[in-house]
């Protein structure tokens, strides 16, 4: 099993930025992909940006360019860098693990308004 324990959501204006954060339970060494999902009201689920255990990342269309993924594999921890933050960024981020099952974290807020 993987617990996911997210931080570092909150209120920022447009254009600002926010880094949010992912401890895992154990090794992310030993997990397949890890990732961030959003979810806005009213609107679809995004899978954000992934990076698999071998350091490989990818991203949605809408946040190339402004989000990046990276990660510590010492403190087994995930970090999304957000940049350049737009209301439509407004969402709970979730973050993700795929290893022997799916696993989520309980999810993170994050307000881009002014």
């Known amino acids: 099993q993987v617990q996911l324990v997210e931080s570092g959501g909150g209120l920022v204006q447009p254009g600002g930025s926010l880094r949010l954060s992912c401890a895992a339970s154990?090794?992310?060494?030993?997990?397949?992909?890890m990732g961030w999902n959003r979810q806005a009201p009213g609107r679809q689920r995004e899978l954000v940006a992934t990076i698999t255990s071998g350091g490989s990342t990818n991203y949605a269309n809408s946040v190339k360019g402004r989000f990046t993924i990276s990660r510590d594999v010492a403190k087994n921890t995930v970090y999304l860098q957000m940049h350049s933050l737009k209301p439509e960024d407004t969402a709970v981020y979730y973050c993700i693990a795929v290893a022997d099952e799916d696993y989520w974290g309980q999810g993170t807020q994050v307000t881009v308004s002014s």
């Open positions: 154990r090794s992310i060494w030993s997990i397949n992909v």
